[in-house]
């Protein structure tokens, strides 16, 4: 076994065993502690997986999916299922943030447990659902991508039932509904793909694999839908919002930085891969669903006045830009909708640890109910400030360059169609900065509120380890776009390719 296969199983590994250790330790905060141990562990597996034999920009243009680590193992024999990993520039930097957000929420508990259950449960189930992502990101077996989709389901609900606040078993049982129907709709996909190419290996299956145009069509719009849900996209967002209110802040963090993610992900890697003519037929669909996301997403969080919905809400608004980046299937729309993922899983990530704090320190999240932060946390007003010019983005941060790739990419797509896309879109990105310079002064500017006026100046040397790292990163992939941009772009190109 090679340095990378074996990374690659370490990965998966590490994250369950310190799962299955952290549920058998007794002592709860020395659970918790063994929890952030597996989960540093794990973050830094990921770390050397990058570049394998082909180092940054090399990359071959057949097959479409060329991994730098692949472990291909018999799984099952008698239906040519098989354990097969690998990861590649797509892959990547999502399993690089999937780790780094899960170390940042195992760590956040050593300070702070939310109040509905013992740590040492909430630590465990938080690995549980770091491999079900991982293993989703890493999968190259359709069936396996499937196992692992699957694995995050209960994890989620229960973090969200036995953490969240007071309307959470409500939340959590609509979280569960949506989801499963989209899991129906994805099972249902993998068994037409499976069927009619012979294989479930994702490698061969990449460009169509033969199948018919119209096994393609069917196929791609039940996967389309399936990971419309996950994300999710509009119109079938109306479980985000509550699973975002009611879940405890790290549940939040994980649930829009990486678990939506599994959505975008798939889109590109299985919809958009395996189904060419499909995507093709579904593009100019695709794109203005997306900017009617985009233009609803900003127009509720114009009206929204609860600090963790209006985030919620946010997240509809740049999924869409995500969305638009693929619909395009273009290069520049594709890396866009990558570049998009990873900086709304930093800055929304971000924005969720701020909220958090914010809302247990006034125990509000009323937006009429938070004026004046900047007088009595400076320090906290200041850091949400940053987050939220982030995510309305503002050049030289990270959330500037999916939405600004995206347009152009539509704009490059040409036709009146995708003009107009192009500049609704736009329209949409005004909006965002809108509401986010709304929610700035209401929460920050003003009066201090009774319930602002009692906070303390200070933060937890806690609080800053955790957000710290978002920080550095939101800076550094919007100065530097090409620490995701030139790994995903050998792949990327490799993929259009196929498209065409």
Same mark, same amino acid.
């Given at each position: 076994m090679s340095l990378g296969q074996f990374l690659l199983v370490a990965v998966l590994a590490v994250p369950a065993v310190g799962a299955v250790a952290v549920a058998a330790i007794p002592h709860d905060p020395a659970a918790r502690l063994v929890g952030t141990v597996?989960?540093?562990?794990?973050?830094?597996?990921?770390?050397?997986?990058?570049?394998?034999?082909?180092?940054?920009?090399?990359?071959?243009?057949?097959?479409?999916?060329?991994?730098?680590?692949?472990l291909d193992l018999r799984w099952v024999p008698g239906l040519d299922l098989r354990f097969h990993l690998g990861v590649d520039g797509i892959s990547w930097p999502l399993v690089v943030l999937t780790a780094l957000l899960t170390l940042l929420?195992?760590?956040?508990?050593?300070?702070? #447990?939310?109040?509905? &259950?013992?740590?040492? =449960? $909430?630590?465990?189930? *938080?690995?549980? /659902?770091? #491999?079900?992502?991982? &293993?989703?990101?890493? =999968? $190259?077996?359709?069936? *396996?991508?499937? /196992?692992?989709?699957?694995?995050?389901l209960l994890p989620m609900y229960a973090i969200i039932a036995g953490w969240g606040g007071d309307d959470r078993r409500r939340a959590a049982r609509k979280f569960v509904l949506y989801t499963l129907s989209g899991s129906v709709l994805l099972l249902v996909g993998v068994y037409v793909v499976v069927a009619a190419a012979g294989t479930a290996d994702l490698v061969a299956l990449t460009g169509g694999a033969g199948m018919s145009r119209g096994t393609q069509l069917a196929a791609f719009t039940l996967l389309a839908l399936a990971f419309a849900v996950k994300s999710p996209l509009w119109p079938l967002h109306s479980w985000l919002p509550d699973a975002h209110t009611q879940a405890p802040t790290v549940g939040s963090v994980i649930l829009a930085g990486v678990l939506l993610k599994m959505g975008t992900y798939g889109l590109i890697r299985v919809a958009v891969g395996v189904a060419p003519?499909?995507?093709r037929w579904a593009a100019p669909v695709l794109g203005m669903l997306a900017v009617a996301a985009i233009l609803v997403g900003s127009l509720v969080c114009l009206a929204q006045d609860e600090l963790?919905?209006?985030?919620?809400?946010?997240?509809?608004?740049?999924?869409?830009?995500?969305?638009l980046g693929v619909a395009t299937l273009t290069a520049t729309g594709i890396q866009a909708a990558l570049i998009g993922n990873i900086a709304h899983g930093v800055i929304t990530g971000l924005l969720f640890f701020l909220a958090g704090a914010v809302k247990d320190r006034t125990h509000t999240g009323a937006l009429a109910e938070l004026s004046g932060l900047r007088e009595t946390a400076p320090r906290l007003a200041g850091l949400l400030g940053f987050a939220a010019i982030a995510s309305l983005g503002l050049p030289g941060l990270a959330g500037f360059w999916g939405e600004a790739f995206a347009v152009v990419a539509a704009v490059r797509r040409g036709g009146g169609l995708w003009t107009t896309l192009a500049v609704l879109a736009a329209v949409g990105g005004a909006l965002t900065a809108a509401y986010f310079l709304r929610l700035l002064r209401q929460v920050t500017h003003g009066r201090p509120s009774p319930a602002v006026g009692r906070l303390a100046p200070g933060l937890a040397g806690a609080e800053l380890t955790a957000w710290a790292p978002l920080v550095l990163l939101a800076l550094a992939v919007g100065l530097a776009p090409a620490l995701v941009l030139g790994y995903a772009s050998g792949p990327v190109d490799a993929l259009v390719e196929v498209l065409r």
């Open positions: 597996a989960a540093a562990l794990t973050l830094l597996a990921t770390l050397p997986l990058v570049g394998g034999d082909h180092g940054w920009f090399g990359y071959g243009p057949r097959p479409a999916v060329q991994p730098w680590h692949r929420c195992c760590g956040y508990t050593l300070w702070r #447990v939310p109040a509905g &259950g013992s740590g040492r =449960a $909430l630590v465990a189930l *938080l690995l549980v /659902v770091e #491999v079900g992502i991982l &293993g989703t990101f890493l =999968a $190259l077996d359709l069936v *396996l991508f499937f /196992v692992f989709f699957e694995v995050v003519e499909g995507a963790k919905r209006l985030i919620a809400y946010s997240s509809v608004g740049h999924m869409g830009f995500v969305l």
